[in-house]
């Protein structure tokens, strides 16, 4: 085989570096915490985006840009907001470098010091809600439905490929209503076209729910989360919806005279989800052989690989190929034909593999002459020979079964992964052994939800929004529940 | 009229202003020099994105993700780079905010200083080329070719939005390649994808050509320009395309083992346009009624207008507008039937005008007892009455037609405005009272050019690609000339 993983029974977290790098998804750069991504991992977040982006629109958003610099002094307006941010960002003080031999070549120059520093968005909440000001007058002028592509700036200390990383790729969504109730119904929606896109295109099986004041994003009266659960059981939050109330019109000034003749202020939204989903993705399905991507997302649906001695033979074998491409490309479906001559069909088959196509065919003499191919699911690593007679058809319905296949295998394991817990001990035990999500019953306090942080370093991932009700006691610390909530370490 | 502009014969600068703001494309932010692209701009924005990525794509190009910051350091090892941008760049020094109530609330926290400053990436040669130096050993890993889709900042001291900006969206295209001819060859490749974007979905005509040594690009060996000529006579860089040779390949020390297995130096390119295109393609068409797009370009290509008095005849109105909007969907027109109530036809009327949508249907009663329809087109604003039988079909030749047309004034005005001059004082009368491109000869010095550009504030704004070689005297110097260039007062 041409490259090799750790194992994920050795060691997940080496395997998952390990496989980013040699599928050629990203690499650190040179800056710290910042990372490439690499072409082919790009070609995924483009599919990742193209249908994100499609699905906003469907649902009324609309796209602008605004600036990558917020003054420092934005930041102090919404005081949950400057905590929660203010330790990890990136300040740009000065606008000028220049040279100075004596110094070493090139330097800051100390007479281009700006005025007010400012700060590279960690999010844009306070300089959108500073242009909104102006946007909005009127009831007329509401809802402002709109989302914004960018890449954002938090500085993190402990970074890792994708997951997490000092500059990252995302999409915001920054909603303003003219009710309370619009405000919350666009969250929830949103919430839900996160948990769809994650669900039906990257095959990740989704608990949609609330999270614990706690783990609120830093200005919101609510914090809806769509919970991932990765093969080594720790849970990966993929997505958040924010419900901000009134905080950010308050802080900005932002009102509307409303259908009375009233002024009001406005009531907001957020949501985003970004580059992170990539290791959602990497992490959920790929195996010791590299990656598994779903159809959907998979820049390569289909790789062809001749097989053959005599040079002569590529001919004949290119000939019905290019047949299968033409159908194959007719359908919608991306397909590579590699024919390259500098590499064994071996390592090819090794290489995409590590690459996550999902269906690969290879041809040679013999298939040309029983009219056959072979056709092996990167998915179950099963192969079959079937005749090249509809086989664009059969590949087309074989696409949606590996799409299929890999949710569900997701969805079996996190249903494994799920376990109901009623003392301490079992929680701790299932923690250790087992992992996943523990569903467990919690006294609602954030002083309890500390104390099993500090001494398990798990955390309440949400409360489901499908969620039964029952009476029962919190494991911890024995006081009155009426429904249980979701633990787990996590990413 | 709902909206009124300044007369581009009064001021076209406060025009031009007055029309970005008024078409709702883009205004100024709160951070000094960079703007806010609004919806209705960057869905104009993202038409052009699309189309280029596309060409992009068809050449072989993929897009990756490179850091937005570089290391000081970086800059200071391609000499003539550094010199080019380091006047003008934003500096990263701290990673970290913290409260201090005495002086004054949130501010820069001194204990978190960077080693290293950062900047903000005005380009991205250096981070990239660092990076290739990992990707690159062989011949086999040439051509690399890839494109980057980012937002860069460049200190500018005067703004004008989307012209000149402190941040701004583009494209950067880095490729690498084994042999000098191979990477001119990509450098001409890319400026012909960017005149044919030009020409074909913007309707703006340019000229090709080399720049002087003066104008080139920081670190280039040569670079090409597509040039394009607004109605006020001047000139507007829109798109440039460098051939790099090894500087950047040396200054990162990035080689490759040839065929012959011996070391070399990569050749290099690099190329852009950027959220520049978009003040070109406003200025190059628009009039004192607001926008004209090409409907090529225009996120919404058809607008429908219905005309009522009473509330009851809307409904009948709407039943035939909705077959003409199925019909023009069916045909990928993209189409608008507004009608919202709490405006007046003449008002959105104006207001469409305003925003350049190329055709505008209104209908009413006697239209649909008539079973016509009348057609508004934006360019000419010309108005026709046709049978509502076959409008789908109308429409679509009509906007193939606009397309056209609004190129074909742009290239009869630009073919008007370009000037042969053989005397000095012929030449400063041109620029003084005609503007446009003069073609003079010159004698071939950055001493001349920069005597001429001090005098006049003229610069050469190319040396066409395709250019007549001709015996002359230089207009300035009266030396001898075997061309004529093409000088121009510029944005």
Redesign the interface.
Known sequence: MAKELTPRSENYSQWYQDLVIKADLA?S???RG??????YG??I??KMQGELDRMFKETGH???????????????KEADH?EGF??????????????DEENG??V?DPAAKLEE????RPTSET?IW??YRNWIQSH?DLPLL?NQW??V?R?EMRTRLFLRTA?F?WQEGHTAHATKQEAIDETVKMINVYANFAENFMAVPVIKGVKTANERFAGALDTYTIEALMQDGKALQSGTSHFLGQNFAKAFDVKFTNKEGREEYVWATSWGVSTRLMGALIMAHSDDNGLVLPPKLAPIQVVIVPIYKKTEQLGAISEKVNEIVAALKQKGISVKFDDSD?KKPGWKFAEYEMKGVPVRLAMGPRDLENGTVEIARRDTLEKNIVPIEGVSEYIEKLLDEIQQNIFQKAFDFRSHMITKVDTWEEFKDVLKNKGGFISAHWDGTTETEEKIKSETKATIRCIPLENEQEEGKCVYSGKPSTQRVLFALAY
């Open positions: 690499e750069s040179a800056v910042c990372m490439v991504i690499k072409p790009y070609a977040w483009e609309v796209n602008a840009y605004f600036p990558l610099f917020i003054p420092k002094s934005f930041f102090s400057v203010a330790k990890e960002c990136a300040v740009v003080t000065h606008y000028r470098l220049k040279n070549g090139v800051v520093e400012l700060i590279v300089i500073n242009t007329r709109i960018a890449n700036v500085w500059e790729l500098n």
